[in-house]
């Protein structure tokens, strides 16, 4: 991701959320330091701006996350909202888009 980012906004709410499918945090920010297609959601932005993003970590798995930022004393945070690995047919159209 080309965004400066200060780091991720994680707390107990939202870091139970991301793991409750098997994610985990190091999965979820390794994800970030690679490419990351990124898509707004404005299904579920009513509240506030979020985005979808998609990827590998980098052991190669490939992970879907919903995500927005925050501001905190100037700097910008990611706070991942849910995460899941990629189910078998978005792995598949997600290589073929990106090979």
């Known amino acids: ?5 200060a780091g ?3 707390d107990n709410g939202n870091r139970t959320k991301c793991q409750k499918h098997g994610v985990t ?4 920010e ?7 297609a ?13 985005f979808l993003g998609v990827g590998r970590t980098p052991s190669g798995r490939h992970v ?5 930022f925050r501001e905190r004393s100037g ?7 849910s995460a899941r690995f990629m189910h078998r047919k978005e792995v ?8």
């Open 1 to 5: 991701m080309s965004e400066r980012l």
């Open 8 to 10: 991720f906004d994680w």
């Open 92 to 99: 598949l159209y997600y290589e073929q888009a990106n090979s």
């Open 25 to 28: 945090i190091a999965e979820i």
């Open 64 to 68: 879907f996350v919903a995500f927005t």
């Open 38 to 50: 990124v898509l707004p959601d404005p299904r579920h932005s009513a509240a506030e701006t979020r």
């Open 75 to 81: 700097a910008k945070y990611l706070r991942p909202i």
């Open 30 to 36: 390794g994800l970030f330091e690679g490419e990351v």
